[in-house]
């Protein structure tokens, strides 16, 4: 049997986070503290528990995270007009609209009203398509998140067939156009997909964005197979059935403690990122 690598994006998450710090201490000698603003919408336990690690983590890292929680009966006007003052505040680098907004909000509308120099996930359609054509300043954090544990590990992508399972704009779609731009061979399968196993025995590289709790088989994927799994489902489970993928693959991410952490990582980093450039422009 070949050794199996686990993928630790705690080990990742870590290195980025290092870093970082000496970015954050230099800024803070210039009088900028990276700002982080996150907007909640609603009560979704879930959701508030996102916005809370993701605001531990600035503070554990010297960056200012400053919470809004907006009750679920505003309007797709008023929150565009808190993210607009948002984008005018000086001292606030990077914005975060926590997904998914209640019903009745236009999402993709209070995305769009974000700043490009404030679009910290990549939730913009300039900012998406700047990841497209491969100078985007900020991608999406999980999919960065993706490509950083790939590229830690040193594991190749070019010439490598990748099959992402999932094409959300957020994770499935941007993470299928790094992969290409990594000149790696991208398969993106969706709900309407047909014969998925099949498609799966095809990767070299796998990529779970679905939502649905261990969906992927370990009998789907090749023997040796790199698994990236960024499900987060109820219970602490991903999107792949870890104890009979791990069985066929070479390298397998964990959850938790595989891209979560990795996902945290790069938002503080893009933040950072977001500071030295204010002061740039
Ligand atoms: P989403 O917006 O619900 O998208 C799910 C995608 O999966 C859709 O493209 C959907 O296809 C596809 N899909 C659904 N059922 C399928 C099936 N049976 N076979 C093949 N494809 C199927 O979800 P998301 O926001 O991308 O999130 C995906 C997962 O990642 C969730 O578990 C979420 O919690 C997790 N996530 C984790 C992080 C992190 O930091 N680790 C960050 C964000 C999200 P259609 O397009 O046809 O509907």
């Given at each position: 049997?070949?050794?199996?690598?686990?993928?630790?994006?705690?080990?990742?998450?870590?290195?980025?986070?290092?870093?970082?710090?000496?970015?954050?201490?230099?800024?803070?000698?210039?009088?900028?503290?990276?700002?982080?603003?996150?907007?909640?919408?609603?009560?979704?336990?879930?959701?508030?528990?996102?916005?809370?690690?993701?605001?531990?983590?600035?503070?554990?890292?010297?960056?200012?995270?400053?919470?809004?929680?907006?009750?679920?009966?505003?309007?797709?006007?008023?929150?565009?007009?808190?993210?607009?003052?948002?984008?005018?505040?000086?001292?606030?680098?990077?914005?975060?609209?926590?997904?998914?907004?209640?019903?009745?909000?236009?999402?993709?509308?209070?995305?769009?009203?974000?700043?490009?120099?404030?679009?910290?996930?990549?939730?913009?359609?300039?900012?998406?398509?700047?990841?497209?054509?491969?100078?985007?300043?900020?991608?999406?954090?999980?999919?960065?998140?993706?490509?950083?544990?790939?590229?830690?590990?040193?594991?190749?992508?070019?010439?490598?067939?990748?099959?992402?399972?999932?094409?959300?704009?957020?994770?499935?779609?941007?993470?299928?156009?790094?992969?290409?731009?990594?000149?790696?061979?991208?398969?993106?399968?969706?709900?309407?997909?047909?014969?998925?196993?099949?498609?799966?025995?095809?990767?070299?590289?796998?990529?779970?964005?679905?939502?649905?709790?261990?969906?992927?088989?370990?009998?789907?994927?090749?023997?040796?197979?790199?698994?990236?799994?960024?499900?987060?489902?109820?219970?602490?489970?991903?999107?792949?059935?870890?104890?009979?993928?791990?069985?066929?693959?070479?390298?397998?991410?964990?959850?938790?403690?595989?891209?979560?952490?990795?996902?945290?990582?790069?938002?503080?980093k893009h933040t950072v990122d977001a500071a030295e450039k204010s002061i740039a422009r």
């Amino acid at each position: 049997m070949t050794e199996k690598l686990i993928l630790d994006g705690n080990r990742v998450a870590n290195d980025i986070k290092e870093q970082l710090q000496g970015r954050v201490d230099a800024l803070s000698q210039k009088g900028v503290i990276p700002c982080l603003a996150t907007i909640l919408v609603g009560d979704d336990p879930a959701s508030e528990t996102y916005v809370k690690m993701k605001g531990n983590a600035c503070r554990k890292l010297g960056i200012e995270s400053r919470r809004i929680h907006l009750d679920s009966s505003i309007s797709t006007e008023g929150l565009i007009d808190v993210i607009q003052k948002l984008n005018e505040d000086p001292l606030v680098h990077g914005i975060l609209l926590q997904h998914p907004v209640p019903h009745g909000i236009d999402e993709r509308a209070a995305f769009e009203a974000i700043s490009i120099h404030k679009d910290v996930d990549g939730v913009t359609a300039l900012g998406f398509a700047q990841n497209a054509f491969d100078y985007a300043s900020f991608p999406s954090c999980t999919p960065a998140a993706i490509m950083a544990i790939l590229d830690y590990y040193e594991i190749p992508i070019e010439g490598k067939h990748a099959v992402v399972v999932g094409r959300s704009p957020i994770l499935g779609k941007p993470v299928s156009l790094m992969l290409l731009n990594r000149d790696a061979t991208v398969t993106t399968c969706h709900s309407k997909t047909k014969k998925l196993p099949k498609l799966l025995q095809l990767a070299d590289i796998v990529v779970a964005a679905v939502g649905k709790p261990k969906l992927i088989q370990g009998d789907w994927i090749r023997e040796g197979a790199v698994v990236l799994d960024a499900g987060y489902n109820a219970g602490n489970v991903g999107d792949v059935d870890y104890e009979s993928c791990l069985a066929k693959a070479s390298a397998i991410t964990p959850v938790p403690a595989g891209v979560g952490p990795v996902t945290i990582a790069m938002l503080l980093k893009h933040t950072v990122d977001a500071a030295e450039k204010s002061i740039a422009r």
